[in-house]
């Protein structure tokens, strides 16, 4: 890489410059795809709350990245072009902010989340293309056209500085609602009935999703209960119902906003099966076999605490929980276990599927 900077004391800043940003950028994309793509992730689900660690950390170390231009002096003689310095800087300031609103939930409305959330990646994936032209261009000997972007400059601190805010700026812009006319983030799906959200993912930790037949489907509610119940979905839904509107969080970084839900509160199960003075705690299970989360009996009575059977007005399907799921608003969306068919009240805490995995058990964000 030497070669390329042949300007005695300040190669090596340049080369290392270069390796910092190359080796962290790198780090973080990869982290950040195994995080989103569902065929990395679902290979690799041990390991996901270490990715989401190691990404954020590599956030920080790319953040800081960021700062070397305006922190070191630079020489005047040593000009470089305009738009190598313009790209990593604009756009990765404007991925970092965006990041961080994705990290830090409970300092940004789900709104905000939500909308940055598709940005946070086309962003990564603009200055991800801008890197290898920029690498192809350096390594063929290139040379840019000569335009205003594309013109040799003095390093200047303050012009530095103006991009990092433009990019903030962009970064803030693509937060706001109306950037979801461009991405499908959010957006109610085209192909079913107008306020339908569809979620960015629908997980299973299983080969598939299980295909629940009602005939054979009984809800289960025992454990330490006076009156064990075997009840079918008509028996479930003849309880009374609960309706409410709330955000989606998964602990990714996707969100969605103002899900309605339809569905049962745990009390009802409560004052049909009357758990014992022992019963603190309720562990879930699902069809898929796979599939367990726990909360406390304090956590499970919680008013938006549902076993649902609709979301905005439709009854789940297969890949949302069919025929029930639970929904713990107030908590990351892994406490939402799907395809619900036992419900057992008992004296301890078990580590939920994700919880074995690394995740906290008090999932709130
Ligand atoms: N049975 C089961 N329930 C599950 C999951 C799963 O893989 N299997 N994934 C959880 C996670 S991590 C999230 S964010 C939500 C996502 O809901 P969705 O799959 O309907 O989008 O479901 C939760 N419930
Ligand atoms: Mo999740």
């Known amino acids: 890489m030497k070669k390329w900077f042949p300007h005695g004391k300040w190669s090596k800043y340049y080369v290392w410059l270069h390796h910092y940003s190359i080796v962290s950028f790198l780090a973080l994309m ?21 990715f989401y660690d190691a990404h954020i950390f590599l956030g920080i170390v790319f ?3 960021l700062f070397s231009p305006i922190v070191k002096k630079l020489p005047k003689v040593n000009r470089k072009r305009k738009i190598d310095w313009f790209m990593p800087i604009f756009l990765g300031t404007a991925i970092v902010l965006t990041g961080f609103s994705l990290w830090k939930v409970n300092w940004f409305p789900s709104k905000i989340r939500e909308a940055a959330f598709p940005w946070h990646g086309n962003l990564s994936y603009l200055l991800g293309i801008w890197f290898i032209l920029h690498g192809f261009f350096k390594a063929t000997g290139t040379q ?26 962009i970064g803030a812009i693509t937060m ?8 499908t983030s959010g957006k109610v799906s085209s192909n079913s009935k107008p306020g339908v959200h ?9 080969d598939n999703y299980p295909n629940v037949l009602l005939d054979k489907y009984r809800l ?14 008509e028996q479930l839904k003849s309880l009374p119902i609960t309706k409410q509107i709330k955000n989606f969080q998964c602990v990714t970084g996707w969100s969605v906003s103002d899900v309605e839900w339809e569905g049962i509160h745990i009390r ?29 009996l304090k956590e499970a009575m919680e008013s938006d605490v549902l076993l649902a059977f609709k979301m ?54």
């Open 220 to 233: 289960v509610v025992d454990g330490l209960v006076t009156t064990k119940q075997s009840m079918t979905f």
């Open 63 to 65: 953040f800081l990245s």
């Open 176 to 183: 706001t609602p109306f950037s979801k006319l461009f991405t």
């Open 312 to 365: 905005d007005q439709q009854p789940l399907r297969v890949e949302q929980g069919y025929p029930i799921r639970l929904v713990v608003p107030r908590m990351y969306g892994y406490k939402s276990i799907k395809w619900v068919n036992r419900v057992e009240f008992a004296s301890t805490r078990i580590q939920g599927y994700w919880e074995q995995r690394g995740y906290p058990s008090e999932a709130t964000f």
């Open 268 to 296: 009802e199960l409560v004052s049909l099966v009357k758990p014992t003075s022992e019963a603190t705690f309720i562990t879930f299970y699902s069809a898929d076999g796979a599939y367990t989360e726990s909360l406390s």
């Open 198 to 206: 569809e979620f960015p993912e629908y997980f299973t930790v299983t």
């Open 144 to 169: 840019y056209p000569q335009t205003f972007v594309t013109k040799k400059m003095d390093s200047e601190r303050r012009q530095f500085l103006q991009w990092g805010v433009s990019g903030l700026v």
């Open 30 to 50: 990869l982290t950040g795809l195994v995080l989103y793509i569902p065929f990395f992730h679902v290979r690799l689900i041990s390991y996901l709350s270490f």
